[in-house]
């Protein structure tokens, strides 16, 4: 009995080792079942006799999973600045120790046109006739200073976001400051850009407190 065992267990060996290495492979997967990955594309054929005319219809099955991007759009901006220039704007906490100054050219009439320079602190806006250099200036942080600093920022930045930004300044006190005002402006040119920072620095904290005509001239900036 344990010959005939041995025998048996012997001859199931000789079987196995004659089999062919595929029949103990892994299944493959069916085709259009499987999860894909992003990006990844499966194609596949299958055929089917078809008895009544003898042909072989052969039929070619792709499909794929679209790769996720993200888009970031940025958006064109019509920013208009209301700023207070009355004469509360002029109550300061501090003096100014900038040695940081703009050069500004202009003109003015005395007997005659005639081109000068004048500069201002980027700090406290005080405005010098005769070069600083590094001077420490001699102005005062006041809430008007503060105003022109925070509105340079912000034009530097929308500037630097998106040169097709637009920016525009209505300054105002008992009524609307002109010179410290300006339109729409586009932040695509630097000739642009020192424009806005000229107005800014035309700022001056003098006279009363119109509201309404700050937001009435922002609201006409807006309107196309």
Same mark, same amino acid.
């Given at each position: ?23 103990? /492979? ?10 894909? !990955?992003?990006? !990844? ?12 005319? =003898? ?19 940025? $958006? ?15 109550? =300061? +906490? ?55 600093? /925070? ?7 929308? /500037? !630097?976001? $998106? ?26 040119? +630097? ?24 937001? +009435? ?8």
């Amino acid at each position: 009995m344990k010959k005939r065992v041995l025998s048996a267990l012997m001859v199931l060996c000789m079987v196995l080792t004659l089999l062919p290495v595929s029949a103990f /492979a892994a299944p493959k997967p069916v085709p259009g079942t499987g999860e894909l !990955q992003p990006g !990844q594309v499966e194609a596949w054929k299958t055929a089917e006799y078809n008895e009544e005319t =003898g042909n072989v219809d052969i039929t070619l099955h792709v499909r794929g999973k679209n790769v996720e991007t993200t888009t970031t759009t940025t $958006n064109t901006l019509n920013v208009v600045l209301v700023v207070d220039n009355s004469g509360s704007m002029d109550e =300061g +906490q501090g003096k100014c120790t900038s040695t940081s100054y703009t050069k500004h050219t202009d003109w003015a009439w005395f007997f005659g046109w005639y081109e000068y320079d004048y500069w201002t602190c980027d700090t406290c806006g005080k405005t010098y006739y005769n070069d600083p250099g590094n001077h420490i200036c001699t102005g005062k942080i006041s809430k008007m200073s503060a105003a022109q600093n /925070a509105a340079t920022v912000l034009v530097n930045a929308l /500037a !630097q976001a $998106n040169p097709n930004n637009q920016v525009a300044i209505a300054s105002f006190e008992s009524d609307i400051v002109d010179n410290a005002s300006i339109g729409l402006t586009k932040l695509d040119s +630097q000739e642009n850009r020192e424009k806005l920072i000229s107005t800014i620095a035309n700022m001056r904290a003098n006279g009363g407190t119109s509201y309404t005509a700050g937001l +009435q001239l922002a609201q006409g900036y807006l309107k196309p």
